[in-house]
């Protein structure tokens, strides 16, 4: 079974730029979508982006024309390149695929923290 461990995050001040990593080990998953969400302090998790296996994008739409959804099927990794960062946008991050979701499986993620 694949899985995906997080990282990239970090401190960064408003307008800033982060780039998210997603790097799966166990197995490729070159072949399936795969997800990013967002977990605020007090809030639920939402959904952020998609990238899908032949490289269609979906956005939230407060993400939109801020972050760009990548992936490198030859490194097995899924990036998230964060520009013009906002406070809002600071939560912890993490990525995940529609099989690891339905068993309710999620990685540590990695903390994103934007100041203002």
């Known amino acids: 079974q694949v899985q995906l461990v997080e990282s990239g995050g970090g401190l960064v001040q408003a307008g800033g730029s982060l780039r998210l990593s997603c790097a799966a080990s166990?197995?490729?998953?070159?072949?399936?979508?795969v997800s990013w969400y967002r977990q605020a302090p007090g809030k639920e998790r939402e959904f952020v982006a998609t990238?899908?296996?032949?490289?269609?994008?979906r956005y939230t739409d407060s993400v939109k024309g801020r972050f760009t959804v990548s992936r490198d099927n030859a490194k097995n990794t899924v990036y998230l390149q964060m520009n013009s960062l906002k406070p809002e946008d600071t939560a912890i991050y993490y990525c995940n695929t529609p099989t690891l979701r339905r068993q309710s499986s999620w990685g540590q993620g990695t903390q994103v923290t934007v100041s203002s």
């Open positions: 990238i899908t296996w032949n490289g269609g994008q």
């Open positions: 166990g197995r490729t998953f070159s072949s399936t979508d």
